[in-house]
């Protein structure tokens, strides 16, 4: 059950939107943008407030790889790997953060909730291939040691 | 009109027709598998692509989404067409588990005969498969993705046909999966478990649990019979194997469409193999209090002679029998043949006492006939609005449930007036949340509004209805601001509510016991005839006033003359010349007195004036109200007898007990809401020494001296025919025949080449003229105090029939939902320190339960409700027998209660 907050916040955000059932993007959009994800209990609460079928806004929800379930680390960063990106060799750069970071591709946030790490189709930067974003930031020309650099930081700079 | 060929056969088809429905006219088989009659085409499975030739092009498209044109040449098995559907078939086997053998589908699978058909016997596409595990969470059916094409018909069935919406498809591309819910759990959304879905499904991909029991080819026989739960009467086939019934099949029926609810299709057959079958009679030892096995001949002539003394000691109006309501006509019938020839009263009456018994005197004063006035099709395919009253049709109707939905779901608009937030609620037009108890204060508020608008049916109001001047008068008084205040409900939404009414070209009224299960309960059904008649709405198509029957046959038991004023087919007792036909057809003199009512059978046993009770087949211990009340009448009597299929609540306090069949091991005839009779047949015999029903009647009543010949179900039926007019043009031999089709025959059928009546009262009431009914409001008997300030109502849930004497026999349902609740308003709830699922103490003045809190909205604040399934905390030890002054219908809805937490 979460708490009773997460409930009062999705009123807020459905009344900011409209309670129309074409509302339902935007609307779990700003609530991922909210905490980083989007809680199950809240997607059946919104989908009962604004007249869509559950099923519906689940099958709405995991069709967009946008839309996670999961709770997500403080930092999410998003690995291009468009046409691109993967012939300028950004698989390496996906392998350095798994490694660096002790994730996988089953396994895409740390315990410590500080990062999640995520393939990506294309970031529309080609020019910059091969890229990654951090949260709103992108990073481009990204190397192996780049990646693990950019964590060290991420992490102030002490080191992992 | 289009004209194209098809396989070289000219067809001329409508504009808009698909060549999958014109080649379906001429005879010409398209494979298909995502296809759903009714419903929008999927187009997903480009199984049923065809080679379409027009002005010299040609080109390949799928038949189910194709419209035709003029002019088109159609191949629907050319070589490339054969050749596309391979690849296509070939495609499917390459993401399809192929494991025969032990799936479940295995024989009944249409990919199979398909891929069998097409010589496709594996994929030559080798490669990744989808592996996600098998989600079996829900109770009766499972959903294996590695066996799922993606052809949508469960989704499809379940949002367009059933019209819940439960599932979907969830991921994207070859990760695509049907799913319920976020966690990826079937049994955690919104699912009904009716399984239309897992009947839709073309693979093994959704399959009942209990198709690992049998194979299809190890059915012995299908037999085409009526469900045993609620009154839409739905037809399916019990499933039979080694003479045991196995499953159920759902058929294209009348009230259903193919469609069945979670009792139906899965609660109707575990009781009746039941190891607590009562197997032999049984005769209480009177000193041990113990019930001893007895023979046929000893509980019979004991049965007898025990009911020919108490009539020779203290007369015939000590004796009294009811008919039970979920048996067939032809069984209730004898029942009140034999109180009426045998015991010599009128005392004999059904369940419908406790239920619909207002629905029948109220429609038979104002209108002439209390029944549903239209069809069940009719009022959920052609209206414009649907106007539903104290009724929860998903719950109680579930098949006419789920036509309501579609029909809210093709923009048919909705006004729900019920003091819960039921489903339907949800999606209506309007809600009206009323205070339980003030139906006719809120039909008299919805006229005054009609008639200040000047939205009244002049003409038929004068050509057709008698009172109207005096009903006029009596609305003028109430003003939507006063109703509202009535009421609890916002005096605008009356407003709106009675102008969309009005103005809609065809509206039904639907209603259920909300309207019926009160101290003012004729009032409030003939404040439901009293809105109709103002507006017209009656005796035409999409119309009507439309109360659903409770049980399977309660229509039934009524038609049958289980009814202590009327013989069958409403001949009145009082009417002249009746009793007389009836003493002529019977050969014996009968009694010229009205009977008593069953609710007023008990106080008068525990005043001593009844001294012998016959019941075939209720339990007025767990139905009835105040449950102390009705233990003590039955403890009072100085002999009970009851014939049933189980030791009930109400069995263990008889003095003899005689073990009857289900409907599964006879024939008959069941009457559902829409006063369509059909077949009850025979599927299995079950082991021990039960007896048919009539046959246990026509033995008794042979005993008590009058001579009935033993007569076979369908020789009943012709009886019935014979002195019943309404029934007249029905028997056995023409339900079964090809001019009825499997639809049953809709009373009045008044003579052999009768087709039946749909709709009633078109041209003309059935009394004459319709009469308004002038009905005053007047407040429920108990209404809530210091002592006990909460409003009481009750009610059922789907996956339980009231007693659970049947559905409480399938485990699952029992795992679903098993236990008492009581839903109580979060306001309420604060105030009283209680929290969601809390164990709570409910107290009346008449008794104290235990019972679960379930805290929300639902109910409005002041307000409660429970269900009366289970026993450990049945709300009957809390309602009152208040009866209604025509119907003696107690006041379920509305009693006063308090709650405290454990």
Known sequence: MLDQSYYAKADEIIDQYGGEPSALIPIMQAIQGEYRYLPGELLTYVAGKIGVTEAKACSVATFYENFSFDPKGKYVIKVCDGTACHVRKSMPVLEALYEKLGLSKEKKTTDDMMFTVETVSCLGACGLAPTLMVNEEVHPRMTPEKARELIDQLRGGAGA | MI???????????????????????????????????????????????????????????????????????????????????????????????????????????????????????????????????????????????????????????????????????????????????????????????????????????????????????QVEKKVLTTCPHCGTGCQFYLVVKDGKIVDTEAYDGAPNKGLLCVKGRSGSFDFVNSPDRLKYPLIKNKETGEFERATWDEALDLVASKFMEIKKQYGPESLAGFACSRSPNEDIY??????????????????????????????????????????????????????????????????IGMQIRQAVNRGCKLIVADPRDIGLSKRADIHLKLKPGTNVAFANGIMHVIIEEGLQDEQFIKERTEGYEKIREIVKEYTPERVAEICHIDPDDLRRAAIMYAKAEKAPIIYCLGVTEHSTGTEGVMSMSNMALL???????????????????????????ATPTDFPGYQKIAAPGVVEKFEKAWGVPLSHEVGTHATDIFPKAIKGE?????????????????????????????????????????????????????????????????????????????????????????????????????????????????????????????LDSEEVGGRGLQWPCISKDHPGTPILHVGKFTRGLGWFYPAEYVPSAELPDDDYPIILMTGRILYHYTTRAMTGRTPELMEIEGKSFIEMNVEDAKKLGIADGDRVKVSSRRGVIESTARVGTKTSPGESWMPFHFPDGNANWLTNAALDKYARIPEYKVCAIKIEKL
């Open chain 2, 610 to 734: 009844v001294k012998g009770l016959y019941i075939y087949g209720e339990d007025p211990v767990v139905t009835d109200p105040d449950t102390a009340h009705v233990i003590k009448a039955l403890e009072n009597l100085d002999f009970f007898v009851i014939q049933e299929l189980f030791m009930t609540e109400t069995a263990k306090y008889a003095d003899v007990i005689l073990p009857g069949m289900s409907y599964a091991e006879k024939e008959g005839t069941f009457t559902n809401t829409e006063r369509r009779v059909q077949r009850v047949r025979k599927a299995v015999t079950v082991e021990g020494d039960m007896r048919l029903d009539t046959d246990i009647i026509i033995d008794l009543m042979n005993r008590m001296g009058y001579p009935q010949p033993h007569l076979t179900s369908a020789q009943i039926m012709d009886e019935i025919a014979s002195v019943t007019p309404s029934f007249a043009g029905i028997s056995h031999a023409r």
């Open chain 2, 3 to 217: 004209h194209l060929t098809i396989d070289g056969i000219p067809v001329q088809v409508e504009e808009g027709t698909t060549i999958l429905q014109a080649a379906r006219q001429i005879g010409v088989e398209i494979p298909t598998l995502c296809y759903l009659e009714d419903v929008l085409p999927d187009g997903s499975c480009r199984l049923c692509v065809v080679e379409v030739t027009n002005k010299g092009r040609t080109k390949f498209d799928t038949a189910c989404t194709l419209r035709c044109s003029e002019g088109d040449e159609v191949q629907t098995m050319s070589e490339k067409v054969v050749t596309y559907r391979k690849d296509t078939l070939d495609l499917l086997l390459s993401d399809h588990r192929i494991h025969c053998f032990s799936c479940e589908s295995n024989g009944n699978c249409k990919l199979q005969d398909y891929c069998f058909e097409y010589g496709v016997e594996k994929t030559s596409y080798p490669g990744e498969m989808k592996d996600m595990p098998v989600d079996d969470s829900n109770k009766f059916f499972t959903y294996d993705p590695s066996l799922c094409i993606l052809c949508h018909r469960c989704v499809n069935t379940c949002k367009e046909i059933v019209g819940r919406g439960a599932i979907d498809t969830m991921n994207r591309g070859f990760e695509s999966v049907i799913g319920a819910h976020y966690k990826n759990r079937w049994d955690q959304g919104i699912c009904e478990s009716c399984g239309n879905c897992v009947q839709a499904c073309p693979t093994g991909a959704l399959s009942m649990k209990r198709r690992k029991k049998y194979r299809p080819w």
């Open chain 2, 334 to 399: 004898m029942v009140q043949k034999m109180v009426r020839t045998c015991f010599g009263t009128n005392s004999t009456d059904n369940c419908a006492r406790v239920c619909h018994s207002a629905s029948v005197a109220g429609l038979a004063m104002t209108l002439g006939s209390g029944a549903m006035t239209n069809p069940i099709e009719d009022i959920t395919r052609n209206p414009d609005l649907i106007f539903l009253i104290g009724s929860n049709p998903e719950e109680a109707h579930p098949v």
């Open chain 2, 535 to 561: 507006v017209g709405k009656l005796g035409r198509s999409g119309c009507g006033v439309n109360p659903l029957r409770g049980q399977n046959n309660v229509q039934g038991a009524c038609d049958m003359g």
